[in-house]
């Protein structure tokens, strides 16, 4: 496009318009031009000049005045209504003789038809000078045209694409110049000069990006004004550029057109039309003062066209949507461009920002669209783009590259949501994945596996194996066709099902995408799973009046709204969570959603010394709940020795992530913050353990770590009771029992033996693949039951009548002594437990019936103490009763008596069932036990001396006797003073020696 900057109209220079006159064609003009013919046929036989003119005429074209018309440009206009560009196979506008200035009419008479205005179509004087400077090649070269004859010429015979048709040969060349004379003549006297004139310059090559067409089109480019505003320079440039359009465009060699110019202002002082000193004044002017600014011509110095690569889009979609071509059907396109948008986009793609590229050979793509209209505002088709002129590789609608794993929110997940039930607390585990049918093994970027994660962390961190097993699940459940159905209604055009296999996940394989079917696809995910096809077009207008075309763009659900939103909850969730993957700088007031990814050149890369595995690819695709823009940064193929690959210095650049930032920025500028995407009723929230599938309930009191909550849609919201299938079936049980009474279990080896002891929180992963060990040490186990419950444990439960004996044991065999007798029935139930909790398998039992039997019953000797006799008949279950007899002849022995019968020392026969019915009678035999103060004398207990009473049970002291006395007589007179004598302490002491 040129922006035409309307300037003040400048003083016409003083120069009258000629007077027209009409030129009749009468006997003598015709005798005149029939010698000339005949000149020309005297060549090929003068006597048979009629007769061959009459020939040559014979197929000449009828004259019809309305193909002569020019048909106008088709015009392009943004959202505004305002003018983009205007395109066609001639970028025309008409414009009449009256608009033309007099010196525009002047400077072309001068320069290409000098007595254009005194002829009747055929200018002889000139034409035989320029037949006699050819005769000699045979040739028309040399000129001698008129305006008139020009016109037929171009009308008739000349490519409007490549130019004047060359005759086949040099009497084809002979018979069309004929054949124009005389058609110009008719044309003559059909209609005016004038009209002839403005037909003339309406029609003519002005050369120009996108071959411009028409005298007013040309004073747009060239100057940026109205044909009617030109001076007396800039029409003097205009006349002579026509000669050669490409080797006078100014913008391009600037010398030569001055110098043509010139050259034009010469002729008209020559034949008068204006005089020396208007001509040297004219030629003062410099031409360069006199172009438009280059800033009209954005992005090119040479008159590049602003908006090229939306402009080429919208041509693409116009042939699509009418089936016509608009740079020949002339229409009037009503669009969604968005001038700022796509300003920064050129500015991106012309190096005119912060965002620097480090390669001439890296070049981009970027595609802006509303989400819930599918209107693209803006286009990157490349970077200086708009300098290279209109239909080239357009990256942004034509390329098609590798998605990568920008395709995970939207193809694994999006339909493991639908599909297999998933919330976004899902449990995905990342470990080696091998392609079917082949010996290769998928790793991460960076090599790395890492288990069990949360399926929010494999997004954000864009890890491959879990999509791949995702994607793999989900074909697992619905089939592949559906699958291949879903991405096409996406709008990918180059997925097929014979293409199609799991390595799509990840963007790799066959699976090509551009920027355009990549903003659409997540465009469909933040529009609630409704996919409107990204288009430019809002309304067709045709200029002949024709119904215009209105194009419907309504949306087709693809996917349920519910999934669309949970696949953009992950996208958000890789913006705005803690993860390293360039999409930090995304992050802003309002909720972003984004997924980058990256391809790589695998070995194609090493014929052009691109090491192995290096990155050829980068996407990144970001989205506010109104705009999704789409970013492709990479290289078209591959250079040797160009680097045209991203070592770690490019990728720090985070090219794509910054034009994502500048895109995000103007596509809400002046807009409030858009809000987040609305949740739909369809989705709830789940809490449940961690790591499990179907979810399971949280256990009461449970590890707060071991618990998960995220969202799901409400016909999966179901969860699995903690006491179901956490423990696998027994297979195999065994009880039995010897005849010594030891109880023998055996279990079937439990399936899994990592539970039978409480699982590591890490584990190796790693596969064998074509003989060769892919290693995946240190992998994360995010749950177990042991952790909870304990390891898995054989136990049992033994009945016996009455009462009952659990077992546990950590081996799958056990043996244990029970005490049980004959007619005893047991009920032997095995089964597998966790240690922790009474939660069990099912279980499988046994009965063993206890059998009657003899027993061999040896009686303890006379020696046996009574502490011996005791145990004796603990152990065996028999009674007996004690009674002491002193002997002390028989001391230390004893006397057992069953039924009256001593049988110390023999072995007796009874039956298990009746021995606890035995009865003995033991006599201990023990030694003479004296009391107090008794002693043993000749074999009997006798009191002691000074003792009595009875030995055996104790002695006591016999009594001593009482003594004779006189009472005392007293000579004493005094005695009656003491009534009551008290005896003294001297015959106190005397009475108690004799006593002792």
């Known amino acids: 496009m040129n922006t035409i900057q309307k300037q003040p109209p400048k003083k016409k220079p003083a120069a009258k318009k000629k007077t027209v006159k009409r030129r009749k064609i009468n006997a003598k003009n015709m005798a005149t031009i029939i010698v000339s013919i005949i000149v020309v046929l005297g060549l090929i036989g003068g006597s048979a000049g009629m007769v061959v003119l009459g020939s040559m005429l014979k197929d000449a074209p009828k004259i019809d005045i309305n193909n002569f018309e020019s048909k106008e440009s088709t015009q392009i206009l943004d959202k505004d209504g305002n003018l983009i560009q205007d395109i066609g196979q001639q970028i025309r506008t008409n414009v009449s003789y009256d608009d033309m200035p007099s010196s525009l009419i002047d400077a072309f008479v001068a320069v290409e038809d000098s007595r254009y205005f005194e002829h009747n179509g055929f200018d002889l004087p000139r034409f035989t000078k320029a037949f006699l400077t050819n005769l000699k090649t045979l040739s028309f070269s040399q000129g001698g045209s008129t305006f008139t004859m020009q016109l037929v010429k171009n009308t008739y015979f000349t490519n409007d694409e490549t130019g004047e048709m060359a005759a086949r040969s040099k009497l084809a060349g002979v018979k069309r110049k004929v054949q124009e004379i005389f058609l110009a003549m008719q044309l003559e006297n059909q209609t005016n000069k004038k009209r002839i004139f403005e037909l003339y310059l309406n029609k003519l090559n002005f050369g120009g990006s996108g071959n411009i067409r028409g005298v007013q089109k040309a004073a747009e480019y060239y100057f940026g004004k109205d044909v009617s505003e030109l001076t007396l320079s800039e029409s003097a440039m205009l006349a002579g550029v026509i000669n050669a359009p490409n080797a006078y465009n100014p913008f391009k060699n600037l010398d030569y057109a001055t110098d043509r110019r010139n050259t034009v202002l010469n002729l008209m002082q020559r034949h008068g039309y204006i005089t020396k000193q208007e001509a040297e004044l004219a030629k003062s002017i410099k031409v360069e003062d006199q172009l438009v600014d280059s800033s009209a011509n954005k992005g090119s110095t040479d008159g590049g066209t602003q908006y090229q690569s939306y402009v080429d889009a919208v041509i693409a979609e116009t042939k699509e949507l009418t089936g016509m071509d608009p740079t020949v059907v002339p229409m009037k396109i009503y669009t969604s461009m968005d001038p700022q948008v796509q300003a920064q986009i050129d500015d991106i793609q012309a190096g005119k920002t912060d965002v620097q590229f480090p390669d001439e050979l890296m070049e981009i793509a970027i595609v802006s669209m509303n989400n819930q209209t599918g209107e693209i505002v803006g286009i990157g088709g490349g970077r200086n783009y708009a300098g290279g002129g209109s239909l080239l590789l357009n990256h942004a609608t034509d390329q098609f590259k590798q998605p990568g794993s920008a395709v995970k929110p939207f193809l694994s997940y999006a339909l493991a949501f639908e599909n297999l039930g998933w919330s976004t607390s899902h449990t995905v585990t990342d470990s080696p994945f091998n392609y079917a049918g082949t010996t290769k093994v998928v790793k991460n970027f960076n090599g790395r596996y890492y288990g069990d994660i949360p399926l929010e962390y494999a997004v954000g961190n864009s890890l491959n194996t879990p999509a791949l097993k995702t994607l793999q699940q989900v074909i697992d459940a619905i089939g592949s066709k559906k699958v291949v159905q879903y991405l096409q209604n996406l709008g990918f055009s180059r997925v097929t099902q014979d293409e199609f296999n799991v390595g799509y996940a990840i963007g790799g394989s066959t699976y090509e995408a551009s920027a355009v079917e990549m903003a659409g696809a997540h465009a469909t995910m933040i529009n609630g799973g409704s996919y409107i096809k990204p288009h430019t077009i809002t309304k067709i207008e045709f200029k002949d009046g024709t119904s215009p075309v209105v194009p419907?763009?309504?949306?087709?659900?693809?996917?349920?709204?519910?999934?669309?939103?949970?696949?953009?909850?992950?996208?958000?969730?890789?913006?705005?969570?803690?993860?390293?993957?360039?999409?930090?700088?995304?992050?802003?007031?309002?909720?972003?959603?984004?997924?980058?990814?990256?391809?790589?050149?695998?070995?194609?890369?090493?014929?052009?010394?691109?090491?192995?595995?290096?990155?050829?690819?980068?996407?990144?695709?970001?989205?506010?709940?109104?705009?999704?823009?789409?970013?492709?940064?990479?290289?078209?193929?591959?250079?040797?020795?160009?680097?045209?690959?991203?070592?770690?210095?490019?990728?720090?650049?985070?090219?794509?992530?910054?034009?994502?930032?500048?895109?995000?920025?103007?596509?809400?500028?002046?807009?409030?913050?858009?809000?987040?995407?609305?949740?739909?009723?369809?989705?709830?929230?789940?809490?449940?353990?961690?790591?499990?599938?179907?979810?399971?309930?949280?256990?009461?009191?449970?590890?707060?770590?071991?618990?998960?909550?995220?969202?799901?849609?409400?016909?999966?919201?179901?969860?699995?009771?903690?006491?179901?299938?956490?423990?696998?079936?027994?297979?195999?049980?065994?009880?039995?029992?010897?005849?010594?009474?030891?109880?023998?279990?055996?279990?079937?080896?439990?399936?899994?033996?990592?539970?039978?002891?409480?699982?590591?929180?890490?584990?190796?992963?790693?596969?064998?693949?074509?003989?060769?060990?892919?290693?995946?040490?240190?992998?994360?186990?995010?749950?177990?039951?042991?952790?909870?419950?304990?390891?898995?444990?054989?136990?049992?439960?033994?009945?016996?009548?009455?009462?009952?004996?659990?077992?546990?044991?950590?081996?799958?065999?056990?043996?244990?002594?029970?005490?049980?007798?004959?007619?005893?029935?047991?009920?032997?139930?095995?089964?597998?437990?966790?240690?922790?909790?009474?939660?069990?398998?099912?279980?499988?039992?046994?009965?063993?019936?206890?059998?009657?039997?003899?027993?061999?019953?040896?009686?303890?000797?006379?020696?046996?103490?009574?502490?011996?006799?005791?145990?004796?008949?603990?152990?065996?279950?028999?009674?007996?009763?004690?009674?002491?007899?002193?002997?002390?002849?028989?001391?230390?022995?004893?006397?057992?008596?069953?039924?009256?019968?001593?049988?110390?020392?023999?072995?007796?026969?009874?039956?298990?069932?009746?021995?606890?019915?035995?009865?003995?009678?033991?006599?201990?035999?023990?030694?003479?036990?004296?009391?107090?103060?008794?002693?043993?004398?000749?074999?009997?207990?006798?009191?002691?001396?000074?003792?009595?009473?009875?030995?055996?049970?104790?002695?006591?002291?016999?009594?001593?006797?009482?003594?004779?006395?006189?009472?005392?007589?007293?000579?004493?007179?005094?005695?009656?003073?003491?009534?009551?004598?008290?005896?003294?302490?001297?015959?106190?002491?005397?009475?108690?020696?004799?006593?002792?």
Not at 601 to 622: R, T, V, Y
Not at 845 to 874: F, G, H, M, R, Y
């Open 552 to 996: 419907d763009y309504s949306g087709t659900q693809v996917i349920s709204a519910e999934s669309a939103y949970l696949a953009s909850h992950l996208m958000y969730q890789a913006v705005s969570g803690p993860y390293s993957n360039y999409m930090q700088l995304l992050k802003r007031s309002y909720p972003i959603y984004g997924k980058t990814g990256t391809t790589d050149w695998g070995s194609d890369g090493l014929k052009f010394n691109i090491p192995q595995g290096a990155a050829k690819d980068k996407w990144m695709i970001a989205s506010s709940s109104k705009y999704t823009n789409a970013v492709w940064v990479g290289y078209e193929k591959g250079v040797k020795n160009k680097d045209t690959y991203f070592d770690s210095k490019k990728s720090k650049l985070n090219i794509p992530g910054n034009i994502s930032k500048l895109m995000l920025d103007v596509l809400h500028e002046g807009e409030e913050n858009p809000p987040a995407i609305s949740q739909p009723d369809g989705v709830t929230s789940i809490t449940h353990i961690k790591g499990l599938y179907p979810y399971t309930a949280v256990l009461e009191g449970m590890d707060g770590s071991f618990v998960t909550t995220g969202l799901i849609k409400k016909e999966f919201n179901k969860l699995a009771d903690p006491l179901q299938a956490s423990v696998q079936d027994i297979g195999t049980f065994d009880a039995s029992l010897s005849a010594e009474g030891n109880l023998h279990l055996t279990w079937g080896d439990y399936p899994d033996p990592s539970k039978l002891t409480v699982a590591p929180n890490t584990t190796n992963l790693g596969i064998e693949v074509g003989g060769k060990w892919y290693n995946a040490p240190n992998c994360a186990v995010a749950f177990d039951w042991t952790w909870v419950y304990g390891p898995i444990r054989y136990k049992a439960q033994v009945s016996i009548q009455d009462f009952s004996i659990d077992v546990t044991s950590e081996q799958a065999s056990f043996d244990q002594q029970i005490d049980v007798k004959p007619g005893d029935k047991l009920n032997v139930c095995g089964y597998y437990a966790y240690e922790n909790m009474n939660y069990r398998s099912n279980e499988i039992c046994k009965e063993i019936q206890v059998e009657d039997k003899e027993i061999q019953l040896a009686i303890p000797s006379d020696k046996a103490t009574k502490a011996e006799i005791e145990s004796w008949a603990n152990a065996n279950g028999v009674t007996v009763s004690f009674t002491e007899v002193a002997d002390e002849a028989k001391k230390g022995t004893n006397e057992i008596l069953s039924n009256g019968t001593k049988v110390n020392g023999t072995t007796m026969t009874f039956m298990q069932s009746t021995i606890g019915q035995a009865r003995f009678a033991v006599t201990l035999y023990v030694g003479l036990s004296c009391g107090s103060n008794a002693s043993i004398v000749n074999g009997a207990c006798a009191c002691n001396q000074g003792f009595e009473g009875d030995p055996i049970k104790g002695c006591t002291a016999k009594p001593n006797p009482t003594p004779e006395t006189t009472p005392p007589t007293d000579p004493s007179p005094d005695t009656s003073e003491s009534p009551d004598p008290t005896p003294s302490e001297d015959s106190q002491d005397t009475n108690n020696e004799e006593q002792n």
